[in-house]
């Protein structure tokens, strides 16, 4: 890059370095927003909250629902286990 360039690309390296900490941030978000062992560990919890009838069936069918969707799309974006 030139001194130039540089000068006159200077005055976004601010927006470059928030949208570079947006994308990073949003890249965390959904890597524990779709892990598999994440909603494996939610599956439980709701299976052991409708055993102990702190839910009902209906409640934790929806939860479960969600998981299910949250699980497919997170396999469809290309999340594995542990990546």
């Known amino acids: 890059m030139g001194f130039f360039s540089g000068l006159v690309t200077a005055p976004l ?3 470059k370095g928030v949208m570079w900490l947006a994308e990073t941030l949003t890249e965390q978000a959904e890597a524990q927003l779709y892990d598999p062992g994440r ?7 709701v299976a052991d909250e409708a055993a102990a009838g702190e839910i009902t ?13 949250r699980l497919n799309e997170g396999r469809a974006r290309g ?3 542990g990546g």
Not at 57 to 69: D, K, N, P, Q, V
Request: hydrophobic residues 40%; without cysteine.
């Open 13 to 15: 390296a601010p927006v």
């Open 39 to 45: 909603i494996a560990a939610e599956m439980q919890q």
């Open 57 to 69: 069936e209906e409640e934790a069918a929806e939860r479960e629902e969600e998981l299910i969707r």
């Open 79 to 81: 999340y594995q286990p």
